[in-house]
């Protein structure tokens, strides 16, 4: 399959609130590479969700532009899916059908699409869940029907929007090194918004560190950590311990 | 350990209602028989007014003359009523127009319009059902729509970032996300229905349950007016009750 | 888009511009004789002005207003220590809960014979109607209010030696009061429509006999200048509830 990278030409953006215009993203220029996993890192309001939805397609910049496999970005498309921060499950269907979801809005027939999504469902260590409702699971494993929905439809860039923001610490870990292994195994371009740096330096190749209003790149940190990284080896190592104090540094500065 | 703690909860809940119906009972059955008001009849001359009129054959013919009215003015409702509330929920224009006219509709006294009804179409099965059906159709029409607005804005921004066409997001995520607020507006809808129904019958009433608390109300034989009375609270409760289950069952997903 | 607007807008906001095409459709079919039974509403306003000063409908509206005052009185003020009896204690609840449900949804409209026969062809009965339309959603309302307090709000009361009669007027009344005006405005606007009814039933006072008479006496502009006095009467009555819920929750939101 053909991999593709993203680029981001000039983007801004300016929101109303209260009648008065707030600059959310001020000329965001970014480049990321095919197969490469890159974060997105800011205090709440910098913009990183925006800058997400505006990768997506879902929303519009004012001015600038998304630029993927030279092709200029008008809107969602099946080169990229999204794994929302809400999770954004259909209460009303099972794990089955939410993971197959994509592929069912794509036309796939029953049996196949239900084929691809069990694999997947297995890849995301959800089988057995098949036919419970989101509502019985935990908001963890929610968000593992999100990946498995988003990656089932086979997109080439996968867009993480503050994937494990509201799940426990617990949870979030085991969440994070299954992530990271089935990006190994993949292959994706992933974007990952996030506002934990020690997630940012777990699962990155490259770190963006956002400032907020407007939002725009303050630092572009590059993570020098081998893979396959496990979370055993990495966590405790210097270069980890040093890249997390590193982009404290920079986000204090920015307070 | 819990379904212990609940399991006594419903033991104390049950008894307790045991208990307050037969005060009631008894208080009914005291009162009645020392005459309190002029009108009023004691419990046991109720029931047995109650198993005569049962036995006759008597509330089962007004029961079946009047259902005949709600059945069609409900039904008309809910396909008139369920469909407005779609439409008014997807084209903004369509709701700017019309929310006014159902507000107006859902809060003013609908039987104001009963005289007006009867005096264009005369008094039959057909100016009945219009009543019926003016007294369900805004809840429900409100309902729905309510439903469709509700729906969680992130299932939608979902369903387009995995490509869904305006069909697909309709039939796939926004009447199926809609359904619970239906469901709820179809019983709401169905209850005014029953008071529209049972107003109209008793300001000219030669059909069904009102015919028959008329005649039992010119005739001085108040234990049938109470019994009959009794019998179409029992029954609309039973109804309503039984679609609240229904609803549930088919709401499983919530919890 | 759909999504866009999802939660931009509270459910009482709307706009009474959209009235105005529907005025004007009134006049024309009205002005063109589609039907003899639709006036065109000019003719309806004008008949309105001299009913009113024939002193007819000022009477029948005062009656309106006195029963509907009395009985949502009664309803407000036994709905309110019955919803906070049934909200604190669960033994109260279960004593009542049946036929406060059943009640709720039933058609109230059926009671209207019985109290005829209990209360006599007079304002007792009507009243008696409002209450019984208005009263048991303003329990509900209050139960549920009550029960869905923050328990912590009143363990926190308690850990500071408040007492169930500091708690009630400090913590929960004000908790459930959101709840509670939902209450008293659903009341309010069952108790109008409770009015109504009543007063078609027995047709010997108020709006309700107003209607009947005239739509007896083939008065049709008459009739519909007494139908909008309903509407602009419950519209002007939900509003002053509107304005009341508004003013007392502000810290809301």
């Known amino acids: 399959m053909e991999r593709l990278g993203v680029e981001l030409h000039h983007i801004s953006k300016s929101f109303e609130k209260d009648g008065r215009p707030v600059q959310v993203l001020d000329n965001l220029d970014v480049r990321n590479e095919a197969g490469e996993f890159v974060s997105f890192l800011g205090p709440s309001g910098c913009g990183k969700t925006t ?11 004012d001015g600038g532009e998304v630029i993927i496999g030279n092709k200029r970005v008008t809107g969602p498309g099946p080169d990229r899916s999204i794994v929302f921060q809400d999770y954004a499950l259909l209460p009303w269907v099972d794990v089955l059908r939410n993971v197959a979801f994509g592929l069912e809005l794509r036309g796939v027939p029953k049996g196949e699409r239900e084929e691809i999504a069990r694999t997947y469902i297995q890849k995301v260590k959800l089988s057995g869940f098949e036919h419970h409702y989101p509502n019985e699971l935990s908001g963890g494993m929610q968000q593992r ?17 503050e994937p494990f923001a509201s799940v426990d610490e617990q949870t979030r870990r085991l969440f994070q090194s299954d992530l990271s292994d089935l990006w190994q195994e993949e292959q994706k371009t992933v974007i990952f918004i996030t506002h934990s740096m020690e997630e940012a330096v777990y699962l990155s190749d490259r770190i963006f560190v956002m400032s907020a209003r407007p939002g725009r790149i303050v630092e572009e940190f590059v993570v020098h950590l081998p893979r396959p990284r496990t979370a055993q080896d990495i966590r405790g190592s210097k270069e980890f311990t040093e890249s997390v104090e590193h982009l404290w540094g920079v986000l204090r500065e920015l307070q | 350990m819990r379904s212990r703690a609940a399991k006594r909860q419903k033991v104390f809940q049950i008894s307790i209602r045991l208990f307050s119906l037969l005060v009631f009972a008894l208080i009914w059955e005291v009162a009645g028989r020392a005459e309190i008001s002029f009108g009023l009849r004691p419990l046991s001359g109720t029931l047995k007014a109650l198993v005569d009129l049962i036995g006759s054959g008597d509330l089962a013919y007004a029961f079946l003359i009047s259902f005949r009215t709600l059945i069609t003015g409900f039904t008309a409702a809910a396909i008139f009523g369920v469909s407005l509330g779609l439409i008014m929920g997807t084209f903004r224009r369509i709701e700017h127009f019309c929310n006014v006219y159902f507000m107006l509709l859902l809060s003013m006294p609908t039987a104001a319009l009963i005289p007006l009804i009867l005096l264009t179409m005369g008094f039959g099965f057909v100016a009945e059902s219009l009543i019926v059906f003016l007294f369900a159709v805004p809840i429900i029409a409100i309902n729905t729509h309510t439903g469709v607005l509700n729906i969680d804005a992130s299932l939608i921004q979902m369903s387009r970032c995995f490509l869904a066409s305006r069909s697909q997001l309709f039939l796939k995520v926004i009447l199926p996300g809609s359904v619970p607020m239906m469901m709820a507006g179809l019983r709401l809808g169905l209850s005014r229905a029953f008071i529209g129904m049972i107003t109209a019958e008793l300001i000219l009433s030669p059909l069904g349950l009102g015919r028959l608390i008329s005649i039992s109300t010119s005739k001085f034989q108040y234990e049938r007016l109470f019994a009959v009375t009794l019998s179409i609270l029992i029954v609309a409760a039973l109804i309503l009750d039984g679609m609240q289950r229904v609803e549930r069952r088919l709401l499983r997903w919530r919890h | 888009m759909i999504g866009s607007k999802v939660r931009s807008r509270s459910r009482r906001q709307f706009s009474f511009v959209p009235l105005i095409p529907g005025m004007i459709a009134w006049e024309l079919i009205g002005r063109l004789h589609v039907s003899f039974f639709i006036p065109p509403l000019s003719e309806v306003v004008l008949v309105w002005f001299e009913i009113l000063h024939a002193g007819k409908l000022w009477d029948a509206l005062v009656i309106s207003f006195e029963t509907f005052v009395v009985g949502f009185s009664l309803a407000l003020v036994l709905g309110l220590i019955l919803g906070v009896m049934m909200g604190r204690y669960r033994g109260v609840e279960h004593f009542f809960d049946l036929y406060i449900n059943t009640f709720m949804s039933a058609p109230v409209s059926a009671l209207v014979p019985v109290l005829m026969v209990l209360f006599g062809l007079g304002i007792g009965t009507i009243v008696a109607t409002v209450f019984m339309f208005s009263f048991f959603v303003i329990v509900v309302d209050t139960t549920t ?13 308690r850990s500071f030696g408040g007492s169930e009669f500091q708690i009630l007027p400090k913590v929960i009344l004000p908790g459930a009061l959101p709840e509670i005006l939902t209450g008293v405005r659903l009341g309010a606007i069952r108790g109008i429509k409770g009015m109504v009814i009543g007063q078609l039933l027995i047709a010997l006072t108020g709006l309700g006999e107003r209607l009947v008479y005239y739509g007896n006496s083939f008065l049709i502009p008459q009739l519909y200048a007494i139908i909008l006095t309903v509407i602009v009467f419950s519209i002007l009555l939900i509003e002053l509830f509107n304005f009341l819920e508004r003013s007392l929750i502000h810290w809301k939101r």
């Open chain 1, 145 to 161: 029907v999100g990946l498995a929905r988003a990656l089932a439809v086979n997109p080439q860039i996968l867009l993480m929007d």
């Open chain 1, 51 to 61: 800058t997400l939805k505006i990768i997506g397609g879902l929303l519009e910049p």
């Open chain 3, 145 to 157: 209010g009550i029960k869905s307090i923050n328990p912590s709000l009143i363990q926190m009361a």
